[in-house]
């Protein structure tokens, strides 16, 4: 399979998606859920993204360079909302998305 030469950006992908997936459903029942609106949000779009991506890497997609930048950017901005957080879900998950950005970076040329 040619998309093996991904196959560590596929796998950050995957657990940058399961870990925004978690710190959503996490974010959903704190209690002041509310302050927590734009972290759901993010976490949701940047698991999206990632699994979009990791799902387009799988079928060799002519779009690595445009699916990596804004799948870096999604991160990026997920990350830095999660790590204003102290919730143990929030501080997984921006390191989860530090690393999935760093990594789509890496495909950008």
Request: include cysteine; charged fraction near 30%.
């Given at each position: ?33 509310k302050e ?19 799902q387009s ?46 990594e789509c ?5």
């Amino acid at each position: 399979m040619s998309h093996e030469k991904y196959s560590t950006v596929i796998e950050t992908l995957h657990e940058c998606m399961e870990s925004c997936n978690h710190c959503y459903i996490s974010c959903l029942g704190e209690e002041h859920v509310k302050e927590m609106a734009e972290c759901i949000r993010l976490d949701r779009e940047c698991a999206d993204i990632c699994s979009l991506f990791e799902q387009s890497l799988t079928r060799d997609t002519p779009y690595v360079q445009e699916l990596a930048q804004l799948c870096a950017k999604a991160c990026r901005d997920c990350g830095e909302e999660c790590a204003k957080h102290d919730h143990d879900h929030c501080q997984k998950c921006a390191e989860a998305c530090r690393k999935c950005a760093d990594e789509c970076e890496k495909l950008i040329a």
